[in-house]
T-cell receptor
């Protein structure tokens, strides 16, 4: 069964304290791994898409990496405004009625204290 | 960038009535749209996938007669919650896919409260 698991469920950091969020997946036919940020009461905001093992992408204080079994979202010197829920999702190599479906992990709630 | 407009952002309705939620892609044509439901502090649960001009494909356990999805054009999809009950109260989010090579754009969500 295809699964996407994020850890930790919640993470509390002090401002400036770097850390990483994990997204592990057991799927076949990965066609993309996506990272999103979601603020309370809002829809997910796109951060990154990774397609193959070894790929890395960066945006400001965030860096996403991908291996064959997991992805990490590294947060360097976080600020309070980085507080949000971070979601990862995978797109599988499935056609027909499953075309384009994303399977989401449970999310990591990040809180950054000043 | 691509923008998806979702309306209303909040709605309160009486038990037994129906509510329609709209999802529009503003600056692109969405080949496929997705509808999700999200419970408090939980992740997104896919309800259904809709393609323009076709019947929606519902996920297992989602009542198609309760959650009616219409994708009449390449820029508009609607979700109608029929005969709503308090247990239908939730946060509903739509997402649009611009084609195989593009990403997914999410709407801002609709908070439905059934009283």
């Amino acid at each position: 069964e295809d699964q996407v698991t994020q850890s930790p469920e919640a993470l509390r950091l002090q401002e400036g304290e770097s850390s990483s969020l994990n997204c592990s997946y057991t799927v076949s036919g990965l066609r993309g791994l996506f990272w999103y940020r979601q603020d309370p009461g809002k829809g997910p905001e796109f951060l990154f898409t990774l397609y193959s093992a070894g790929e890395e992408k960066e945006k400001e204080r965030l860096k996403a990496t991908l291996t064959k079994k997991e992805s990490f979202l590294h947060i360097t010197a976080p600020k309070p405004e980085d507080s949000a829920t971070y979601l990862c999702a995978v797109r599988l190599d499935a056609g027909g009625t499953s075309y384009g479906k994303l399977t989401f992990g449970q999310g990591t709630i990040l809180t950054v204290h000043p | 960038g691509a923008v998806v407009s979702q309306h209303p952002s909040r709605v309160i309705c009486k038990s037994g009535t129906s509510v329609k939620i709209e999802c529009r892609s503003l600056d692109f044509q969405a080949t496929t749209m997705f509808w999700y439901r999200q419970f408090p502090k939980k992740s997104l649960m896919l309800m259904a996938t809709s393609n323009e001009g076709s019947k929606a494909t519902y996920e297992q356990g989602v009542e198609k007669d309760k959650f009616l999805i219409n994708h009449a054009s390449l820029t508009l999809s609607t979700l109608t919650v029929t005969s709503a009950h308090p247990e239908d109260s939730s946060f509903y989010i739509c997402s649009a896919l611009q084609g195989q090579s593009y990403g997914y754009t999410f709407g801002s969500g609709t908070r439905l409260t059934v009283v």
